[in-house]
C-alpha cells in the first residue's frame, strides 16, 4: 500500500524538490504552502507521516506541530521539523515532533528518516 506524505513549506522550489524525491520513492506527496487549514488537509488527506519547515509565515512550523500532536484525531501521526536554524533544534523536544532533519539536508537522510519513521521498505 502506498504510504502518504503530507509537506507544508512555504518555499515552493523546496515543496517541488520533495515531491519529486518522494514521487520517486514511492509515496504519494501532497504539499502545501501555508498551514492554514492544516487539520482539515490531514482529516481530509489522511497522510502517513507529516514534514513540515519551521519557520514559516505568520507562525512557526512547532507550533504547528504541537497543534498536531495534542489533538486527538492527529496525535499518532509522525511529524518531521525541517529546519536551517540550528539553534532552534534543541528547543524541538518541546513541540513533540518525531523527528528533525537540518536544512540543508541530504536527500539520503531525509528518505532515510521518513522510512524508518513508518518501517517502510519499497518494493
Not at 524525491?21 to 509515496?27: K, L, M
Not at 536544512?103 to 517502510?120: A, C, S
Amino acid at each position: 500500500m502506498t504510504k502518504r506524505l503530507l509537506i507544508l513549506d512555504d518555499d515552493k522550489d523546496i515543496l517541488d524538490v520533495m515531491c519529486e524525491i518522494f514521487s520517486g520513492e514511492g509515496y504519494e506527496v501532497k504539499t502545501i504552502e501555508n498551514a492554514d487549514n492544516i487539520l482539515n488537509d490531514i482529516k481530509y488527506y489522511h497522510p502517513d507521516i507529516i514534514l513540515i519547515d519551521y519557520i514559516l509565515k505568520g507562525i512557526n512550523g512547532g507550533e504547528i506541530c504541537h497543534q498536531i500532536k495534542t489533538n486527538v484525531a492527529t496525535c499518532t501521526i509522525p511529524v518531521i521539523i525541517v529546519t536551517a536554524y540550528s539553534r532552534v533544534i534543541n528547543s524541538l523536544g518541546d513541540y513533540g515532533c518525531n523527528s528533525f532533519v537540518s536544512k540543508p539536508f541530504e536527500v539520503t537522510e531525509l528518505v532515510q528518516q521518513v522510512n524508518e519513521l513508518l518501517n517502510y521498505e519499497k518494493v
